[in-house]
């Protein structure tokens, strides 16, 4: 069966610190890959999305994620983070194989720091 | 250059009566999505629908939840004799395409009392 596992429930960093937040999935085709970034009370807006092709992806606010097929991962990552990107960030997967739906990771709640 | 409405952003039920959240996707996007988030979890599919049509609801409780989303007008997800377990957000998203990542809307917090 599909899932997404996001290991880091909570990740506390400071501002202008590099940022990964980890992501992993199981699954047995090459999927899509997403990221999304919910604010507190907020919808999910994506930040990037994997379909295929070049394995690092650019995405919106300086994110950009890596596929690693090897280790079934796809990271999030920021070089320099900033106050704002306080949030919760959601891993999602799927494919034509999985019906219509996405598997979403269970979230990574960042907090940032002065 | 409206998103992805949903409303009310608020909703209180007593147990036993009905609960009915409106979705309206962007313009020029066709599929309709709901998925719920419990508290402390992650989204969970419910429902896939184009107009019209229910495509794939194997995430739908098989009794008091329904569906819809007609011709004209928003998509409609309906609970019927709320109970405190359906308490959560419901996040409506729309496609233009499908598999092209979802915009969603910003939910709607039910609250069961």
């Known amino acids: 069966a599909q899932s997404v596992t996001q290991p880091d429930i909570h990740i506390t960093v400071s501002e202008g610190a590099s940022l990964e937040l980890r992501c992993n999935y199981s699954y047995g085709a090459t999927p899509y890959l997403f990221w999304y970034v919910q604010s507190p009370g907020q919808g999910l807006q994506l930040l990037l999305k994997y379909f295929s092709g070049d394995t690092l992806v650019q995405g919106i606010k300086g994110f950009e994620a890596e596929f690693k097929r090897s280790q079934s991962s796809f990271n999030l990552r920021k070089p320099s983070v900033h106050w704002s990107d306080a949030a919760e960030y959601f891993c999602a997967v799927g494919d034509s194989n999985t019906g219509n739906q996405f598997y979403f990771g269970t979230g990574t709640s960042l907090t940032v720091i002065p | 250059n409206a998103g992805v409405m949903q409303n009310p952003r608020h909703l209180v039920r007593r147990r036993g009566q009905e609960a009915r959240l409106r979705c309206s996707p962007m313009k020029g996007h066709s599929h309709v999505y709901w998925y719920r988030q419990l508290p402390e979890e992650g989204l969970k599919f419910m429902v896939y629908?184009?107009?019209?049509?229910?495509?794939?609801e194997s995430g739908m409780p098989k009794e008091r939840f329904s569906a819809e989303f007609p011709k004209e007008g928003p998509s409609i997800l309906r609970i019927q004799q709320v109970v405190r377990g359906d308490s959560a957000a419901y996040f409506c998203?729309?496609?233009?395409?499908?598999?092209?990542?979802?915009?969603f809307g910003s939910g709607t917090r039910l609250t069961v009392v």
């Open positions: 629908l184009q107009k019209e049509n229910i495509i794939d």
């Open positions: 998203a729309s496609s233009p395409l499908k598999d092209a990542g979802y915009t």
